[in-house]
Nanobody, 125 residues
Framework: QVQLVESGGGLVQAGGSLRLSCAAS????????MGWFRQAPGKEREFVAA????????YYADSVKGRFTISRANAKNTVYLQMNSLKPEDTAVYYC??????????????????WGQGTQVTVSS
C-alpha cells in the first residue's frame, strides 16, 4: 500500500506562483515514478507532469511546459510541483499519483495505481 497526501493548494492571482507537495508513505519512495494530474469542473482528469524514480527524466503537458517544474526529494519521500505564471485555466483539483511498475505510458492516468486525495488550486483573473 502507498499513501499519498497533497498540500500547498490555494487561491492565487493570475501570474502568481504556488508549490504543491505530495508526501508518500508505505513503500520505498525512490523505487517508483510519480506524476501530477489535474481535474477541472466538468472536465476529465488530465496529465500535468511526471518524474522518473531518480528524477533524471521529466515529462510535461504542453499546456504547462515552461511554467511548471516537477521535482522530487527521495530522502523526504516527497514530490513537488512548482507552478509559476499561473493562469485562470490552471484552476483545478491537483492530484499526485504513483506510476505503476512497468507502465508503458507516462501520460495516461490508467498507468498510475495510487492516488492522493487532491488539493484545490484556484487562479483568479
Amino acid at each position: 500500500q502507498v499513501q499519498l497526501v497533497e498540500s500547498g493548494g490555494g487561491l492565487v492571482q493570475a501570474g502568481g506562483s504556488l508549490r504543491l507537495s505530495c508526501a508518500a508513505s508505505g513503500r520505498t519512495f525512490s523505487n517508483y515514478a510519480m506524476g501530477w494530474f489535474r481535474q477541472a469542473p466538468g472536465k476529465e482528469r488530465e496529465f500535468v507532469a511526471a518524474i522518473s524514480w531518480s528524477g533524471g527524466r521529466t515529462y510535461y503537458a504542453d499546456s504547462v511546459k515552461g511554467r511548471f517544474t516537477i521535482s522530487r526529494a527521495n530522502a523526504k519521500n516527497t514530490v513537488y510541483l512548482q507552478m509559476n505564471s499561473l493562469k485562470p485555466e490552471d484552476t483545478a483539483v491537483y492530484y499526485c499519483a504513483k506510476r505503476s511498475t512497468g507502465g508503458s505510458s507516462w501520460l495516461s492516468s490508467s498507468e498510475y495505481d495510487y492516488w492522493g486525495q487532491g488539493t484545490q488550486v484556484t487562479v483568479s483573473s
